[in-house]
């Protein structure tokens, strides 16, 4: 059978380009403690925006009570994030953060890996409650990669199909066999 994407992704997807540390660019790479800190609520809020399933049951509760438990942090790292853009970007820093918020929310939400990322959001939202707001950037430190881990996993699949797609393609080629044509041969 002609191979298929993982997951059930598109067969167009681009993966990141690898950096120099073997691992793929990502948006929770490279980053400060504070950005940290902020990503991590927003794998918080996409994953209580799209988990819905029922044994994702405990990730908006445990996000309701992570925003009210760490307002004034959240407020202040916040604040901290757009200094940081501020400095960097100067007067245009509004317009590079919102643009590179989205595409936070856009690397959680990716489609084929929703049901693994709400798996580890679940993992850390069963932690979360523990922590208090004073170890809140050490535990996204560690979380997040818990999180991101999702994603590494998925490149890796997809470049595995890839690998695969093209085996394929050299020995059957590419106009359109199918597993039922190649049967018929």
């Given at each position: 059978?002609?191979?298929?994407?993982?997951?059930?992704?598109?067969?167009?997807?681009?993966?990141?380009p690898v950096d120099s540390d073997g691992l793929r660019r990502s948006v929770n790479?490279?980053?400060?403690?504070?950005?940290?800190?902020?990503?991590?609520?927003?794998?918080?809020?996409?994953?209580?925006?799209?988990?819905?399933?029922?044994?994702?049951?405990?990730?908006?509760?445990?996000?309701?009570?992570?925003?009210?438990?760490?307002?004034?942090?959240?407020?202040?790292?916040?604040?901290?994030?757009?200094?940081?853009?501020?400095?960097?970007?100067?007067?245009?820093?509004?317009?590079?953060?919102?643009?590179?918020?989205?595409?936070?929310?856009?690397?959680?939400?990716?489609?084929?890996?929703?049901?693994?990322?709400?798996?580890?959001?679940?993992?850390?939202s069963r932690e979360v409650g523990t922590v208090p707001s004073s170890g809140l950037?050490?535990?996204?430190?560690?979380?997040?990669?818990?999180?991101?881990?999702?994603?590494?996993?998925?490149?890796?699949?997809?470049e595995q199909y890839q690998v695969e797609l093209a085996s394929w393609e050299a020995?059957?080629?590419?106009?359109?066999?199918?597993?039922?044509?190649?049967?018929?041969?």
């Amino acid at each position: 059978m002609r191979p298929i994407p993982p997951n059930g992704a598109s067969h167009l997807i681009e993966l990141p380009p690898v950096d120099s540390d073997g691992l793929r660019r990502s948006v929770n790479r490279g980053i400060s403690p504070a950005q940290t800190t902020w990503n991590l609520r927003s794998a918080f809020n996409v994953a209580a925006l799209n988990c819905s399933n029922a044994r994702h049951a405990e990730i908006l509760p445990a996000y309701r009570t992570f925003l009210i438990k760490n307002a004034k942090t959240l407020t202040t790292v916040n604040k901290t994030v757009d200094a940081e853009f501020r400095k960097k970007y100067g007067s245009s820093y509004i317009v590079k953060r919102e643009a590179y918020m989205t595409a936070v929310y856009n690397h959680f939400a990716l489609p084929p890996t929703i049901n693994n990322f709400c798996d580890a959001v679940m993992a850390v939202s069963r932690e979360v409650g523990t922590v208090p707001s004073s170890g809140l950037e050490a535990f996204a430190a560690r979380s997040l990669p818990n999180v991101e881990v999702v994603f590494d996993d998925f490149y890796r699949r997809y470049e595995q199909y890839q690998v695969e797609l093209a085996s394929w393609e050299a020995r059957y080629g590419t106009s359109g066999h199918t597993s039922t044509s190649l049967l018929a041969q």
